[in-house]
């Protein structure tokens, strides 16, 4: 067994998983921005989008988890920008021209992710504002 296909395996696993988290985070961030106008709705929504647009190109988890808005925070925008950087990584020593393609969009669409979250919380949780 090639130790570098576990690794790849691993990361694109967890990319898979975490995204699957961020887009349920963000619905559940988008429900509470409708009723406070501290956070941002339409960030929130973008997060989701782009969240689900990137697990596209990656390998999808079985179940869906149950997440709240109170996992949508700077930790999670950090994973995302780490796990972005991972899948990059892995799409610049790929030999196979579709699989690196896939591998840096989904990467792409993590950071559009992450960017979107960081946008969509409220200012003393760290948006742009």
């Known amino acids: 067994m090639n130790p570098n296909s576990t690794t790849t395996d691993d990361v694109e696993q967890a990319a898979a998983v975490v995204l699957r988290r961020t887009a349920a985070a963000a619905h559940a961030l988008a429900d509470l921005a409708a009723r406070d106008d501290r956070y941002d709705q339409l960030a929130a929504l973008a997060t989701a989008s782009y969240a689900t647009e990137a697990t596209a190109y990656l390998p999808l ?3 869906a988890p149950q997440i709240t808005d109170r996992e949508a925070d700077q930790d999670l925008v950090r994973q995302l920008t780490a796990l972005a950087d991972a ?4 799409a610049r020593t790929s030999p196979d021209v579709p699989q690196a393609r896939d591998r840096h969009m989904a990467a ?6 992450a960017t979107a979250l960081r946008n969509a919380l409220p200012v003393e949780q760290g948006a742009a504002g």
């Open 108 to 113: 792409l669409h993590t950071r559009d992710a």
């Open 87 to 90: 899948l990059d990584a892995l």
């Open 61 to 63: 988890p079985d179940s």
